[in-house]
């Protein structure tokens, strides 16, 4: 089933903020840690990555690629050759543009998540179809480690939902990533669902 289409609050424990070594390098191995992500604490404070219920939304519009999508107000924007990668430390949301394919079905497992292999922390978890503003998208869900914090070099296990979404000549590849145990449905929903090639 979609996880967008039940929505299921785990409670949280009462505890401070939650982190978990999972593995670590031996000293001076140049390697990173691997840590779980932080949970909420009893007190409702927001968590690494977590979007807050009272986000505020901008639009981000890409004259060049002719998309646009919303975005939570402070995350980092950073424009590339074949779309845009918006960030906030664990969490992020990746739009890349491709040439539409001849068959997309094909394009999907035979080359897309062929290339998936090849991040760190990858694991299959599902692949199927959701119905977004009346459009039937394929969709992928699986785990990978987020990038390595450019302070203490530890890597977040996270989940990726990752969407497809065809335009008249290009195809749209949009990837929002999130902690594990970080609740941003809504928020990745109303990403998803705002997207419009323009």
């Not at 191995?29 to 690494?48: K, L, M």
Request: aromatic share 8%; with cysteine; glycine share 10%.
């Amino acid at each position: 089933m979609n996880r967008f289409m039940t929505r299921r609050r785990a409670p949280w424990v009462a505890l401070s903020i939650v982190t978990v070594l999972l593995t670590a390098c031996s000293a001076g191995s140049g390697g990173s840690a691997i840590v779980a992500s932080a949970s909420e604490d009893a007190g409702g404070g927001v968590t690494s990555g977590d979007v807050p219920d009272n986000a505020v939304f901008l639009t981000y519009h890409d004259a060049a690629h002719g998309f646009s999508i919303q975005y939570v107000e402070g995350w980092q924007v950073a424009p590339s050759s074949d779309g845009v990668a918006i960030r906030d430390k664990d969490s992020s949301e990746i739009i890349r543009i491709v040439a539409a394919p001849a068959d997309l079905t094909t394009y999907v497992s035979g080359t897309d998540i062929t290339a998936l292999h090849v991040q760190p922390g990858y694991r299959f978890e599902n692949q199927g179809t959701v119905t977004v503003r009346g459009v039937d998208l394929i969709h992928l869900r699986y785990q990978i480690l987020s990038a390595p914090d450019p302070v203490t070099g530890n890597r977040v296990p996270s989940f990726a939902d990752r969407y497809y979404v065809p335009g008249s000549h290009n195809l749209a590849i949009v990837t929002l990533v999130t902690p594990q145990g970080v609740d941003n449905v809504d928020a990745f929903q109303q990403m998803i669902g705002s997207f419009a090639w323009s």
